[in-house]
């Protein structure tokens, strides 16, 4: 490209003959070579330029062989005249100004005495912001070469040159490999974060995750356990459609609790804690994959006993949890997590029920025997329902139904239906067994026909009237206890209905 000469003109005065020189300068400015092409489709970058004031166009320069001198000083070759002018800097593909024009920049400038006023030229074309674009998944063993999309000052999209751009690894080498020019390779389910650089810019930090293969499956062994107080690690697997382990960035496994925190914890490299006894349900994850949930029981480091405290009641329609103990052989407390223990009804439903968990509710005056069983001990125990009443002596009694005809008074025979069990639920009499008729006795007979709780409680019923009567064994059989089937010290439940009284 030819440049229009510039010339400075001489003027003339009167008649006679003189010259007058106008005042010139040179044209001095800074060129930016990082532009790019702007709705042009011209991908290279560019590699000469032309510049161009109102009165023409200088020669076309080169852009310098240092692949870093983005900016590049210029001075015009022929001066032009101070003042306002118009710079405009054309550049083109290919050396010598030929090839396709890559951008443009034109600016108002106004040009002092020393050639200065134009300044760097910036107005298109220069890269002022980086992003990398490209998907944010791949699977193992994928490859992809990095996309990303650069904007000037203006925000207007600048075309990006291949090869003009310099792509880092920052980190999750294990997950995957990438060469400088942007070409990634997924080796292992991960994440890898990068970025780019170009024209002096660089992008902000790219997340790519590393998928599984999604023939891949993810195992947490069953049946594991580990012991309150112990440390271990989880046995878990991750394997492809063949059974193969496939690989992965440890950095990136992870361990998901979904239940259970409350009995222990699990850490990332895949240690669990125990803490309480129970059940710790997990998940494993890579990126792209996550195992089933799985269970693992926390359990005691040796035999324990387990306890329900005697005497446990709640109001019909009150819901509360049934306390229980758990001791260690050395009378030492063991701590009870979710789903440590497990709780069931094994008679009496229509008067409580009881979830897994413990949570017990009233539905009917009266007791349940409720069953719970940690790791492996099983007791029961009577809890009941209603409002409990204590005498003087000690014994205790919840009317079920109060009746409606006359006490027995000292002397009389009262007829009873009556079923007899231990705290523990065990039955170990009753007159509504098959065969059986209601029983007699005499109340307050002297000697007594009945044992001293039983007579006291029926005394004070009416005719038609239900009561539960909890005698301790000080009212009952006392430290000798009865036969085989009442130990010694046993506290006594009589479920009984009053019948009628004679005499």
Do not use: H
Request: glycine share 12%; hydrophobic share 40%; with cysteine.
């Amino acid at each position: 490209m030819l440049a229009t000469p510039l010339f400075v003109l001489a003027g003339c005065g009167g008649g006679d003959s003189s010259t007058t020189t106008v005042a010139t300068t040179a044209l001095k400015l800074d060129i930016a070579w990082a532009a790019r092409s702007r709705g042009v489709n011209a991908p290279s970058s560019a590699l000469s330029a032309v510049v161009s004031v109102k009165q023409g166009s200088f020669p076309a320069i080169d852009r310098t062989a240092d692949a870093a001198g983005y900016t590049q000083s210029y001075v015009s070759p022929q001066k032009v005249a101070p003042g306002p002018n118009l710079l405009t800097v054309t550049f083109y593909a290919g050396k010598g100004g030929t090839g396709a024009v890559v951008g443009t920049a034109s600016k108002a400038i106004n040009l002092a005495d020393d050639g200065t006023g134009a300044g760097e030229v910036l107005l298109v074309g220069k890269v002022q912001k980086v992003a990398i674009t490209s998907p944010a998944r791949l699977t193992v063993g994928q490859s992809a070469d990095l996309v990303l999309s650069a904007t000037d000052g203006n925000g207007a999209a600048v075309a990006v040159s291949a090869g003009s751009a310099t792509f880092t690894l920052l980190s999750g080498s294990e997950a995957a490999t990438l060469t400088p020019d942007g070409k990634l390779t997924a080796k292992a389910a991960g994440v890898a974060r990068v970025s780019a650089a170009l024209d002096g810019k660089t992008s902000d930090p790219f997340e790519i995750e590393v998928r599984a293969p999604g023939t891949a499956t993810g195992v947490i062994a069953a049946g594991q356990s580990v012991k309150v107080g112990e440390n271990k690690p989880l046995e878990f697997s991750f394997t492809d459609a063949d059974g193969s382990p496939i690989s992965y960035d440890p950095a990136q496994l992870t361990f998901e609790v979904t239940s259970g925190a409350d009995t222990g914890s699990v850490t990332n490299a895949g240690r669990v804690t125990g803490a309480k006894l129970g059940v710790l349900k997990v998940k494993a994850k890579i990126p792209g994959l996550e195992s089933a949930v799985a269970s693992v029981r926390v359990i005691p480091t040796g035999n324990v006993t387990v306890t329900i405290p005697e005497l446990q009641n709640l109001a019909v329609a009150e819901t509360k949890t049934v306390a229980i103990t758990v001791k260690d052989t050395n009378g030492v407390d063991v701590p009870v997590g979710t789903e440590g223990a497990s709780f069931s009804v094994t008679r009496g439903g229509d008067a409580l029920t009881i979830t897994p968990a413990g949570s017990a509710t009233g539905v009917a005056t009266g007791y349940a025997v409720v069953q719970v069983t940690v790791a492996g001990t099983s007791v029961s125990q009577a809890v009941f329902v209603g409002s409990i009443v204590t005498n003087s002596s000690g014994l205790k009694y919840i009317d079920k139904l109060v009746g409606i005809g006359v006490s027995p008074n000292s002397g009389q025979t009262a007829i009873v239906n009556y079923t007899g069990s231990l705290l523990n639920g065990s039955i170990f009499d009753s007159s509504l067994n098959p065969g059986r008729t209601p029983f007699s006795f005499k109340v307050g007979a002297n000697p007594k026909q009945v044992i001293e709780g039983f007579d006291e409680g029926v005394a004070s019923m009416k005719v038609g009237g239900k009561r539960l009567l909890i005698i301790p064994s000080n009212l009952g059989y006392g430290a000798t206890g009865s036969g085989a089937n009442i130990p010694p010290n046993s506290t006594l439940i009589f479920d009984l209905e009053l019948l009628e009284v004679n005499g």
